[in-house]
């Protein structure tokens, strides 16, 4: 009791000099290794806008502001994850550029929905915890409505760090890794890449048939041993 007592005295004396600093800027650039799935023989669109590219969240709290620039990670993710699945992609600006490639069988465009995170002052001093929610909205070659897929990454970290900026950080990669390890893991058993993969372009659903998300579903997360017993322990 005595430990969480000092570290959460601790965590709050950083967080009050992080205020004075001016707050807390963080630039996560995942790196992954090289995914080992073959990819499919497909001619797909990838749409990586200048809003994504240059994607920032940015919250104050408890007199920190805080801002996680996410576009430029963001979009080496989309890149390596997609050239990953599918043999030929093409990258584009925009819909309209995109509605012009040739030879295409579908268009995908991943979007940042969500960042949240909890530092170790919210978390009692041990660890912090982040969460990354993705939309991938996928339409057919001509830009029409196909599908919306939706996944989550979830990342923790030790609070090893003076204020957690550095752990806010390793999380934030952690999670952009455990969302793309959902993604090349499960998007293959998806209808949507069968017919890519049996060389068909999409065409568009119905409306009913559409409408809702396909939600690829998440994966056991290891956590360290320390961080489990940080959950469970007794005051």
Not at 7 to 26: D, H, K, P, T
Not at 198 to 205: M, N
Request: net charge neutral; hydrophobic share 40%; proline share 5%.
């Amino acid at each position: 009791m005595r430990r969480r007592q000092l570290s959460q005295r601790f965590i709050a004396c950083s967080m009050l000099l992080l205020a004075g600093c001016g707050g807390v800027v963080i630039t996560p650039d995942p790196v992954l290794p090289k995914a080992l799935v073959e990819p499919i023989p497909a001619k797909v669109g990838l749409l990586l806008t200048a809003e994504q590219k240059s994607f920032v969240h940015s919250e104050t709290r408890n007199g920190v502001t805080w801002e996680v620039a996410l576009g430029t990670g963001q979009t080496r993710l989309a890149r390596t994850m997609f050239s990953s699945v599918f043999g030929d992609v093409q990258e584009f600006a925009d819909l309209d550029s995109a509605r012009t490639g040739t030879g295409l069988q579908a268009l995908f465009e991943p979007k940042i929905e969500q960042y949240s995170f909890a530092t170790a002052q919210e978390t009692g001093g041990e660890y912090v915890a982040v969460s990354v929610r993705y939309r991938i909205d996928v339409r057919t070659p001509n830009g029409e409505r196909y599908d919306s897929l939706t996944l989550t990454g979830y990342g923790t970290a030790m609070a090893d760090g003076f204020g957690s900026s550095e752990s806010i950080e390793e999380a934030t990669l952690a999670a952009k890794r455990d969302a793309a390890a959902k993604f090349l893991t499960q998007v293959g058993n998806l209808p949507l890449v069968k017919e890519l993969s049996a060389g068909r372009s999409l065409q568009a659903l119905p409306e009913a048939a559409a409408s809702a998300a396909v939600v690829i579903e998440a994966l056991p997360i290891r956590v360290s041993r320390r961080t489990a017993n940080s959950l469970t322990a007794q005051p």
